[in-house]
């Protein structure tokens, strides 16, 4: 806020002081306010805005160097309230063509400046995201014979490397892989990540252990910081920030991401009571939430894995909830698709391949 009140003028200051503050820039790599000056009461509560179109204008009508900002703000500016929702600011800036919005109180005070540049750049994340590629990929034999699944492409790049570039878009840049079956492939593709400015590191896993087992082979000096985990054949578009947000907000052990998944009874199903039948109800459909194979967990539970042993990820969480922790779910209506047989790998190349820019 210190840096904020450096751009931050009363109706009476002069046009003077608003280019000074229109140019203030406290250092090279601190992207604050460029471009703007909010012209605010008292009580810092927003009363208008000055940029440079303004100024421009101002001249351009006679005004000058001692004029009073009053004479020429925009007295009814944009602005957001504390606790909006940053995609929702993204959106009104886009289609409101402007690049600054201030956020308010509910006294109208401000407390905050977003600026289009600052919300386009992603936060950079330090959590570790472990992405699990040890599969056989039995289901996706032949190909699997050659390649392990993880390197399998869609489109013209392997289905892990867009994982991890979809990552990287969401500011991540740790990543651990697991690796099992052509272990070897997968370290010499990936390498340490210096191909995509990121660090990868590996764990292998002398037997499989399924996609909770290998938590126990993790390094213990991690850090301190909650885990994306997820299985290395799955195509999604989820926002990675908005699921590291949702689970730090609600404070529970584990977040579970789910999926909508229905299914249709292709035959009439009878309801039955003793032996009579009371109804008829010709090809329903089920609705269930399924496991879609992404998950956040506290690091805490690391140490509750050994590595030694087989285990899953719902057993692992299911033993959470036994625990009396919470396990929250989140719902992911963004793309998804879980590239397990060759007939979605033939859908995903088909279908999805422009989703992601291949």
């Known amino acids: 806020m210190h840096l904020l009140k450096k751009i931050i003028l009363r109706p009476h200051d002069s046009m003077k002081m608003a280019i000074e503050a229109l140019n203030y820039n406290p250092l090279p790599d601190v992207k604050i306010a460029k471009g703007i000056v909010l012209v605010a009461d008292e009580h810092d509560a927003l009363i208008g805005t000055i940029t440079d179109g303004d100024i421009r204008r101002a001249l351009i009508s006679k005004y000058n160097l001692n004029s009073h900002l009053l004479d020429f703000m925009c ?8 606790g909006d929702n940053k995609q929702e600011i993204l959106e009104k800036m886009k289609s409101l063509g402007i690049i600054h919005m201030p956020i308010l109180n509910s006294l109208g005070q401000i407390i905050k400046l977003e600026t289009l540049g600052q919300l386009l750049t992603n936060k950079k994340h330090d959590n570790t995201v472990f992405l ?17 699944k993880p390197l399998i492409n869609i489109g ?10 979809q990552f990287i878009e969401h500011g991540f840049h740790n990543f651990i892989i697991s690796t099992h079956f052509k272990a070897s492939m997968i370290t010499d593709y990936f390498g340490d990540g210096g191909k995509w400015n990121v660090q990868i590191k590996y764990v292998h896993e002398k037997e499989p252990l399924g996609t909770a087992g290998a938590l126990g082979l993790l390094p213990k000096n991690m850090p301190d910081l909650p885990i994306i985990i997820m299985n290395g054949d799955i195509l999604t578009k ?3 920030n908005e699921l590291l947000e949702y689970h730090n907000k609600n404070k529970a052990i584990a977040t579970m991401c789910m999926r909508d998944y229905s299914f249709q009874v292709p035959y009439g199903v ?14 329903p ?3 269930f939430f399924i496991n879609a194979g992404i998950y956040v967990i506290d690091s805490k539970i690391t140490s509750q ?13 299911t033993n959470q909830i036994e625990l009396n922790e919470t396990v929250n779910s989140f719902p992911i209506h963004e793309y998804w698709m879980d590239i397990g047989r060759i007939n979605e790998l033939n859908k995903a190349n088909q279908e999805v391949a422009s989703m992601f820019n291949l």
């Open 75 to 82: 007295t009814n500016p944009s602005c957001a309230i504390e």
């Open 132 to 148: 699990m590629a040890g599969g056989f990929g039995k289901r996706l034999k032949p190909l699997t014979d050659k390649l392990p």
């Open 156 to 165: 013209s790049k392997p289905i892990l490397e867009i994982i991890i570039e």
């Open 238 to 240: 989820v926002n990675f």
């Open 270 to 283: 009878l309801k039955i009571q003793k032996n009579t039948i009371i109804d008829i109800v010709e090809k």
């Open 285 to 287: 459909t089920h609705n």
């Open 305 to 317: 894995v050994n590595g030694l042993h087989y285990l899953d990820m719902p057993t692992l969480m």
